[in-house]
Structures are given as C-alpha cells and as structure tokens.
C-alpha cells in the first residue's frame, strides 16, 4: 500500500503537472471504484485543479467550487501520468482523470478491488474521509506521546492504526521499530520515556529519509514502481535476509495478510516472536530463542549418523 512516503511524492509530482490545469473529464473504466453518488463526478468536468493535499493515505484533489476529488489507492492501486488521451490498460486500468495538461491513469493490480475515488462537496463533507490520525512530521514530542499513550497497544499496531498516527502502514512501520530497536509487540503503556523519545525521532527521520530518497528516484518524472519492498529497506520484505547492522537472519511475524519484519538481536534482546500459524502447528517445539533456532538448523543439516 502506497504510505505517507510515497503519497507525498505521487502529490508532488501532480502538482507540477496539474496545479492550475482544468479537468475535462473523468473516463471511469470500472464502476466499482466510484464509491460516492452525491455531487455526481460529473460535476468535476470542466473544473480547474486549485490545490492538493493528503488525508493519510488518500491523495485529495482540490477543485473549483469547493469539489475535492478523492483517491484512495488501498493495497495495490497506483497512478501513472501519461499523454493527453492515453488509452488505460485493459485489465488493470480502472480510471483515467483527463486534464487540460495530461493524462492521470489509475490501476489496481489484483481481484479485490479497493481501491476507491470520492467526489465530496465542501470542508466538512471533506472531513468526513479523514482517519484523524496525528500528522507525525509536524508533531512534538509532547502529542507524539499523548497520541501513543492515548490506548494500550502494541507498538506495531498504533504506528499503522490511522486513526492514532496518519500516513504509516506495514512497510514503514517495519524500519521505523528497527531503527528505533524496539520490539514490534511491545505495548505502547509500557514503553520508558526515553522508547519514546527514540520512537518519536526514528519515525520522523525514517518518513523524511524515504520521503528524499524516492524523490531522488523519481527525479522530475512521474513516481513508477511504488512498492513496499523497497531496494535499501532493512527489514520490510527481507526475510532471512541478513540485518544490515548485525548481520542476524531478519524474521517474521504473519498474521492474516500482514508480515511484519524484525530483527531478533536488535530489536527483541535475541528472543523470537512466536508466529501464530507456526508456533500452533511446531507448539513446545517452537524455538524461543537465535540460539534454539540455530541449534535446530545446526541438526536439521547435520548428516544422517552424526551425532
């Protein structure tokens, strides 16, 4: 799911094509994707583009006569700026915004079909699509801590809950508790001060390190490839890969349609988190620490007869 890193350079590199351009119209591939009626999205025909801004993870198209035009891209939906009249791809495409200066082709990849566009009329209509959570990078430490402490969570899931802290999902959730060293199941009322100092400081530096970094990437094209597992990530996606600051082998949590990745020697003291499928089937087997683990492949690989 494109997060906060991402949104910000798709919003940068729209309004350098699209601030001031008028919108002819909207050309909806899949109907599915509307997921609003009232004003109907033909009221944005003929608008002209007056500003952007982010709600979390939606993308807000502000225009002319207080019509906001909403794009939520959830998991796997993407944008792609192409030429005036650029006909979307069949299977995927599923709407093309044709602006006076371009085209702005949406896709979703897969069968679930999320992703979502709204039409809202006016600020409060507007205010309705927002989660509410804390805008991290232009928060203190004070409202980073009160937002954290606000429910007992584990840390994991405040950082990608948005309705306590906006913009962060799984990825990036995922580099911050690594760079941060701490453990992603740890609860959020137990953490000292100073976990939440280091908190607050990794997850603002990780958003504003991969917020540049994708910038450079994209230069002044238009942001492809957005993915969340990234070249250069520490742990999102790298599994069994090494840490690149202890060398440890990264390892996983799965539960349902989310893995989270860690680092047991950084960020758990060297203990293993249980994942819920494998510690139900393997139960007292179930290694509980780097040594057990490897103490179970070291056996696993030895050859029949040795002791």
């Known amino acids: 799911m494109p997060e906060l890193p991402d949104v910000t350079v798709y919003m940068e590199a729209l309004e350098r094509r699209i601030l001031g351009a008028r919108l002819e119209r909207v050309r909806l591939l899949h109907p599915f994707v509307l997921r609003s009626v009232d004003p109907p999205l033909s009221a944005a025909n003929g608008k002209s583009v007056i500003g952007l801004r982010r709600l979390g993870k939606r993308i807000v198209v502000a225009l002319e006569d207080e019509l906001f035009l909403i794009l939520h891209?959830?998991?796997?939906?993407?944008?792609?700026?192409?030429?005036?009249?650029?006909?979307?791809?069949?299977?995927?495409?599923?709407?093309?915004?044709?602006?006076?200066?371009?085209?702005?082709?949406?896709?979703?990849?897969?069968?679930?079909?999320?992703?979502?566009?709204?039409?809202?009329?006016?600020?409060?209509?507007?205010?309705?699509?927002?989660?509410?959570?804390?805008e991290v990078l232009d928060a203190d430490?004070?409202?980073?801590?009160?937002?954290?402490?606000?429910?007992?969570?584990?840390?994991?899931?405040?950082?990608?809950?948005?309705?306590?802290?906006?913009?962060?999902?799984?990825?990036?959730?995922?580099?911050?508790?690594?760079?941060?060293?701490?453990?992603?199941?740890?609860?959020?009322?137990?953490?000292?001060?100073?976990?939440?100092?280091?908190?607050?400081?990794?997850?603002?530096?990780?958003?504003?390190?991969?917020?540049?970094?994708?910038?450079?990437?994209?230069?002044?094209?238009?942001?492809?490839?957005?993915?969340?597992?990234?070249?250069?990530?520490?742990?999102?996606?790298?599994?069994?890969?090494?840490?690149?600051?202890?060398?440890?082998?990264?390892?996983?949590i799965v539960h349902a349609e989310n893995e989270t990745n860690y680092c047991p020697r950084c960020q758990t003291g060297g203990r293993l988190l249980a994942d819920r499928a494998l510690s139900r089937l393997l139960r007292a087997d179930w290694p509980k620490t780097l040594e057990e683990l490897e103490e179970r492949r070291r056996t696993v690989a030895r050859p029949a007869g040795e002791m």
């Not at 599923?94 to 085209?103: H, K």
Request: contains cysteine.
């Open 73 to 134: 891209l959830m998991i796997a939906g993407r944008l792609h700026w192409k030429a005036s009249g650029a006909k979307a791809p069949g299977k995927i495409g599923v709407a093309a915004f044709d602006f006076s200066t371009g085209t702005l082709v949406m896709t979703e990849a897969g069968t679930k079909r999320r992703a979502a566009i709204y039409l809202a009329r006016g600020e409060d209509a507007l205010r309705e699509h927002d989660p509410g959570g804390l």
């Open 141 to 252: 430490l004070d409202a980073f801590r009160a937002a954290l402490l606000a429910e007992n969570h584990t840390i994991k899931r405040t950082l990608t809950d948005p309705e306590i802290l906006s913009g962060i999902g799984n990825a990036y959730s995922d580099e911050i508790l690594h760079r941060a060293r701490l453990s992603p199941v740890k609860q959020t009322r137990q953490l000292t001060e100073e976990e939440i100092a280091r908190l607050h400081a990794a997850t603002r530096e990780t958003l504003l390190d991969w917020i540049e970094r994708l910038r450079q990437d994209a230069g002044d094209g238009f942001p492809e490839g957005v993915t969340a597992f990234r070249e250069g990530m520490a742990m999102h996606g790298r599994y069994g890969q090494p840490c690149p600051v202890c060398g440890t082998p990264v390892q996983r």
